[in-house]
């Protein structure tokens, strides 16, 4: 069956670096554009990044352009959101999205939490 497994989250201090991945299964990963979307208390979720399904286009929104990397290894079923510079704005549970055409899927998400 269809999987994504993210990984990675935890508590960070302000300033500080976290990389999240996503292990994907169960479907051709590859075909698939790769988002992270990320959702705070008593916020809607919210997209962060995203990536082509051959690596090749990234965007970013705009709160995190500059500090975050989007990334991925077809060969390894992985989708990766390096973050540095984290704020405590940046508080949130981190999901991440595969999508093609009308199809989508949804990882569990992984907490990542910003405080000194």
């Known amino acids: 069956q269809v999987q994504l497994v993210e990984s990675g989250g935890g508590l960070v201090q302000p300033g500080g670096s976290l990389r999240l991945s996503c292990a994907a299964s169960?479907?051709?990963?590859?075909?698939?554009?790769m988002s992270w979307y990320r959702q705070a208390p008593g916020k809607e979720r919210e997209l962060v990044a995203s990536?082509?399904?051959?690596?090749?286009?990234?965007t970013y929104a705009d709160s995190v352009k500059g500090r975050f990397t989007i990334s991925r290894d077809n060969a390894k079923n992985t989708v990766y959101l390096q973050m540095n510079s984290l704020k405590p704005e940046d508080t949130a549970v981190y999901y991440c999205?595969?999508?093609?055409?009308?199809?989508?899927?949804w990882g569990q998400g992984t907490q990542v939490t910003v405080s000194s």
């Open positions: 990536i082509s399904s051959a690596g090749g286009t990234t």
């Open positions: 169960g479907f051709t990963f590859s075909r698939y554009a």
């Open positions: 999205k595969a999508v093609r055409l009308a199809t989508d899927f």
